[in-house]
């Protein structure tokens, strides 16, 4: 079994990037259209692009921008 590595996922959503300046979204906040970033553990970068999907859907608008795996020092 490999081991829980630490990930950062860099997410936003596209509608409310695309929704008319002086408009709101039915139902994100207007921070949605800036980058967030998650922590998630996961044991390799495509499970934790998968974790997100699910709790950040892309058929919602959710886009991601950019997984940072864990960092090492020697």
Do not use: C
């Not at 596209?14 to 998650?38: K, N, P, Q």
């Not at 997984?67 to 020092?73: L, R, T």
């Amino acid at each position: 079994m490999s081991a829980l590595k630490s990930f950062e996922v860099a997410i936003y959503n596209r509608e409310v990037r695309l929704v008319a300046e002086g408009s709101r979204h039915r139902d994100l906040s207007d921070a949605w259209a800036d980058i967030h970033y998650i922590d998630v553990k996961a044991t390799s970068e495509e499970e934790a692009r998968a974790q997100i999907a699910r709790r950040y859907p892309p058929g919602q608008g959710y886009v991601i921008e950019d997984v940072i795996g864990e960092k090492f020092s020697d």
